[in-house]
């Protein structure tokens, strides 16, 4: 079985500061490993995704994670951030023919 | 890019009624659509996998007399919530696997109240 953990339920930067949000996995084989966005009262936004190849995956808005298979780990960071970025964030895992499970999320704040 | 389109994005029932909510695939065909259903502040549940021409997949737990699900072409899937109660109440999101390598769209959700 697959699972995702996020630490840290909320996570609060300053603008211009580096974002950083973890997610760890937990599979038994190779995982597809997905970050999303999602603003309020609306559905999901595919920021980046890792499948197979780089490990350090650029996504949009200025977004990259990198797959460390050693520490199961595909944290999310920014080095800048803005105002626009504050939404919810999830990981998600999937494997060939297995649904997508995703994490309970991170919430992330940008202070002025 | 891939779009997924879902309507309503919100809607208001009385408890006893029903409500259809759709998630249509505009730019691409969908053969496997999937209904999620999100809590205030939680993660996405899966409820149901929506396969063209077959009945749908539910997930352990979820009554499929209450959350029916029609898939009857390669573009459209609906959810239709039976006899709605308040505890129904939640934000139902669908997605669609798009035909790139793993890529999955997402709807824009509908949020439904239940008085």
């Known amino acids: 079985a697959q699972s995702v953990t996020q630490l840290g339920s909320h996570v609060s930067v300053s603008e211009g500061a580096l974002v950083l949000l973890r997610c760890n996995y937990s599979s038994s084989v190779p995982p597809y490993l997905f970050w999303y966005v999602q603003y309020p009262n609306q559905g999901l936004q595919l920021l980046l995704k890792y499948t197979t190849g780089a490990t350090l995956v650029k996504g949009i808005n200025g977004f990259e994670a990198e797959f460390k298979k050693s520490e199961t780990s595909f944290h999310l960071t920014k080095p800048s951030a803005h105002m626009s970025d504050a939404a919810e964030y999830f990981c998600a895992v999937t494997t060939p023919g297995q649904n997508f499970v995703f994490g309970p999320g991170t919430r992330l704040s940008v202070l002025p | 890019g891939a779009v997924v389109s879902q309507h309503p994005s919100w809607v208001i029932c009385k408890s006893g009624t029903s409500v259809k909510i759709e998630c249509r695939s505009l730019?691409?065909?969908?053969?496997?659509m999937f209904w999620y259903r999100q809590f205030p502040k939680q993660s996405l549940m899966l409820m149901a996998t929506?396969?063209?021409?077959?009945?749908?997949?539910?997930e352990q737990g979820v009554e499929k007399d209450k959350f029916l699900i029609n898939h009857a072409s390669l573009t459209l899937s609906t959810l239709t919530v039976t006899s709605a109660h308040p505890e129904d109440s939640s934000f139902y999101i669908c997605s669609a696997r798009d035909g790139s390598n793993y890529g999955y769209t997402f709807g824009s959700g509908t949020r439904l109240t239940v008085v």
């Open positions: 929506s396969n063209e021409g077959s009945k749908a997949t539910y």
């Open positions: 730019d691409f065909q969908a053969t496997t």
